[in-house]
Structures are given as C-alpha cells and as structure tokens.
C-alpha cells in the first residue's frame, strides 16, 4: 500500500485555525472509516478525529470537540481536518489513516485507538502543528 500524505499544518498562535488534508488517492485497499491521530515528541499516540463510510456519525476526542472537525470528499479520496480555536497542548505531529473495527492483514504497523475501538495503518510522514501561547 502506497502511505497516505498528509499536509496543511504550520505554526499558529493560540486561538488561530489550520486546516489538514490527507490525501490517499495510492491507497486502495478496503476500509471502514478515515482517522486523524497526533504524537508529541516523546509520548504516545493520542486519537483526534474519525470519519466513516458506512454511516455513523464523526467521532471525536474529548479533548478536541468542539474544536477540531472532520471531513472528507469521496471523489477526491481525500480527508480534512478543521481546527479551530487551537490551544499550545494540540501542538504535535498529525497523520491521518484508514481505519477498520478489526486487525488488517497487513505487514507494516498497526496502532489501536481504543476509544471508538478501531485498528489504524498505512499513515504517512504527517504534517507538524505548533500552537504557541
């Protein structure tokens, strides 16, 4: 599978707006749902955002609703990430990936976001946010 590309981000002062988009037109495999997740330096991944394409509605973190909104534009096999209101603790490397509600058969690796339940693979090289003070 040909990793996702994702860009949009940058830097901005708190209470600016970003806007991300992930482009996945190399990937062709099959998939339930689209997910953004962020990694600061040094901690874990953290779950941002899910879209799906068999009907329920977008899932969010706790610590981005409200703020943050995703989309997607299925002609144009693409995923966005509106940000709005950003605070200095969103500061971190975003990716985006497909997602699915069981373990994908697949070589790379495979992170688990445990809130909506669902298996994560093929992010690409992500795209930084810096929000400062």
């Known amino acids: 599978q040909v990793p996702l590309v994702e860009s949009g981000g940058g830097s901005v002062q708190a209470g600016g707006s970003l806007r991300l988009s992930c482009r996945a037109s190399?990937?062709?495999?099959?998939?339930?749902?689209m997910s953004w997740f962020r990694q600061r330096t040094g901690e874990n991944r953290e779950g941002v955002a899910v879209?799906?394409?068999?009907?329920?509605?977008?899932y969010y973190a706790d610590t981005v609703q409200g703020r943050f909104t995703i989309s997607q534009d299925k002609a144009k096999n693409a995923v966005y990430l509106q940000m709005d209101s950003l605070k200095p603790e969103d500061t971190a490397r975003y990716y985006c990936?497909?997602?699915?509600?069981?373990?994908?058969?697949?070589?790379?690796?495979?992170?688990?976001?445990?809130?909506?339940?669902?298996?994560?693979?093929?992010w690409g090289q992500g795209t930084q946010v810096n929000v400062s003070a």
């Open positions: 990936s497909p997602c699915a509600r069981t373990s994908p058969p697949v070589a790379g690796g495979i992170w688990y976001w445990a809130g909506p339940a669902l298996y994560h693979w093929n």
């Open positions: 190399g990937f062709t495999g099959s998939r339930t749902c």
């Open positions: 879209i799906y394409s068999d009907g329920p509605a977008p």
